[in-house]
Nanobody, 125 residues
Framework: QVQLVESGGGLVQAGGSLRLSCAASGGTFSRYAMGWFRQAPGKEREFVGAISWSGGRTYYANSMKGRFTISRDNAKRTVYLQMNSLKPEDTAVYYC??????????????????WGQGTQVTVSS
């Protein structure tokens, strides 16, 4: 079983940047594809992006391409979400998730086995 803890959220002005971290404990981290999702108030959870077990492949939702970058450090058991050029519509709770024995870049929530508790990102205009 994997436990995931996100950090790095906060309040930022539009156009600014934030880097979220997701630290994993338990399990064999390199066996998991990792993903980021977000959920804004009154909206459904939305896929942000995913990274393969090795970090060699990434996949992003169209609205995030070019602004968000996912990376991972398997030695540190941590996955990152670098967010640049933030917009007020990026305001949401951001969640990381782990998909066990998944060798791709899963883009749907049902493919993930474990979830963090989320971290709030607020972008002011």
């Amino acid at each position: 079983q994997v436990q995931l803890v996100e950090s790095g959220g906060g309040l930022v002005q539009a156009g600014g940047s934030l880097r979220l971290s997701c630290a994993a404990s338990g399990g064999t981290f390199s066996r998991y594809a990792m993903g980021w999702f977000r959920q804004a108030p009154g909206k459904e959870r939305e896929f942000v992006g995913a990274i393969s077990w090795s970090g060699g492949r990434t996949y992003y939702a169209n609205s995030m391409k070019g602004r968000f970058t996912i990376s991972r450090d398997n030695a540190k058991r941590t996955v990152y979400l670098q967010m640049n050029s933030l917009k007020p519509e990026d305001t949401a709770v951001y969640y990381c998730a782990a998909a066990k024995d998944n060798w791709g870049t899963p883009a749907t929530a049902y493919e993930y086995d474990y979830w963090g508790q989320g971290t709030q990102v607020t972008v002011s205009s």
